[in-house]
């Protein structure tokens, strides 16, 4: 099993924090609520277990306090380098679900910052 922290930041500020074990499907997910209409950028980080993933996110929620986390306003006066993000998902560029679909498929180790351009969810029709 994976673990995966992730965080959504919009025009440089990170306004959610979350973790998970499976990041396609609960990043799919987020596209049918709150951060459904979302623009900007998706990171990760993978944890070597559980434990780490859980410390890391309350950690990290309780540094930043984003916009749409409950924090425990905890003031986090700890200095710990936080682990390289991984940049999985750029939404500024739309394309076509199909190809979204295709290349979160992919195995998201081999996502680089050249090729992350995704769309939020699929695209309205107007009738």
């Not at 390289?84 to 910052?113: A, C």
Request: glycine share 4%.
């Amino acid at each position: 099993m994976d673990f995966y922290i992730y965080k959504y930041v919009q025009h440089g500020q990170i306004i959610y924090i979350g973790k998970t074990t499976n990041l396609d499907k609960r990043i799919k997910e987020h596209t049918k609520d709150k951060l459904k209409n979302f623009k900007g950028e998706i990171y990760y980080f993978k944890c070597p277990h559980k434990t780490a993933m859980d410390s890391w996110e309350y950690f990290l929620i309780n540094k930043y306090h984003p916009l749409y986390n409950k924090s425990l306003n905890e003031k986090v006066n700890i200095n710990i380098n936080e682990p390289e993000w991984t940049l999985y998902m750029n939404n500024t560029k739309i394309i076509n679900i199909s190809d979204y679909l295709e290349l979160t498929s992919k195995n998201i180790n081999n996502h680089t910052k050249s090729d992350t351009t995704i769309i939020s969810g699929p695209q309205k029709k107007e009738i």
